[in-house]
């Protein structure tokens, strides 16, 4: 069973340009979760998605971020207008719905986002 | 609202030794779970080891154990036989319900 996938690895973007990254969680997994990690911090909540529906999105800023989990395909975190101060690691996790293991997140390898 | 510290930010070991690495916690909830993850420079997030608030038990993983004081709101973690490829960033996590949320981490250094 594969793990969470993330690509990119690493996104180099100039200030203005949008990023895209994707996650495809672990299989049978329809609980998906986005966090970032700023240097020397620990990871901070993002949005909590499930598929097609967005459960909770409080930790997500308000403008210039979006996050989509469709029916088919993996979960994308969009920025649009890259700035210097989104440059960060950028980890996704996922979860089952049910089972022992439904209170336990899996990550992906993260994608290190770097704003030029 | 909920909140991890972790008040080491770094800390080191003599290869062979035993340290534990400290994280308490704020919550209001009853049931939650507590998590240790360990962060090696390859930066992948890696599950070290888990408590449910509910268990009374201490777990422990191998080398690996935690001291879960409820009340005390203290959740440590204790590595036994330290090893040169424990070295790495430690964060301390709570869990109720959704979200997971992270200390700042303790940066743990092996000593040869």
């Known amino acids: 069973n594969a793990g969470v996938m993330q690509n990119p690895r690493h996104l180099v973007r100039r200030r203005g340009q949008e990023a895209r990254l994707r996650c495809s969680p672990m299989k049978g997994h329809s609980h998906v979760y986005w966090y970032r990690q700023l240097p020397e911090e620990g990871l901070k909540f993002m949005v909590y998605l499930q598929k097609e529906n967005i459960i909770d999105e409080s930790g997500m800023p308000k403008e210039r971020f979006s996050a989509e989990f469709p029916k088919e395909g993996p979960s994308i975190l969009r920025i649009q207008q890259v700035v210097r101060g989104d440059s960060a690691a950028y980890f996704c996790a996922s979860s089952p719905r049910r089972g022992p293991d439904s209170y336990e997140q899996y990550f992906g390898p993260g994608t290190r986002l770097t704003v030029t | 609202a909920q909140t991890v510290t972790q008040s080491q930010p770094e800390m080191s070991v003599q290869e062979a030794e035993t340290v534990t690495l400290s994280c308490t916690y704020d919550t209001s909830e009853s049931d939650y779970y507590l998590f240790w993850y360990k962060q090696p420079p390859s930066r992948q997030m890696i599950l070290v080891i888990r408590q449910e608030a509910y268990k009374q038990q201490n777990a422990t993983e191998n080398r690996f154990s935690v001291n879960f004081q409820k009340a005390a709101k203290s959740f440590s973690l204790k590595i036994s036989d330290s090893q040169l490829g424990d070295a790495a960033m430690y964060f301390c996590?709570?869990?109720?319900?959704?979200?997971?949320?992270f200390g700042k981490g303790t940066r743990l250094h092996i000593l040869p």
């Open positions: 996590a709570y869990r109720s319900a959704g979200q997971i949320i």
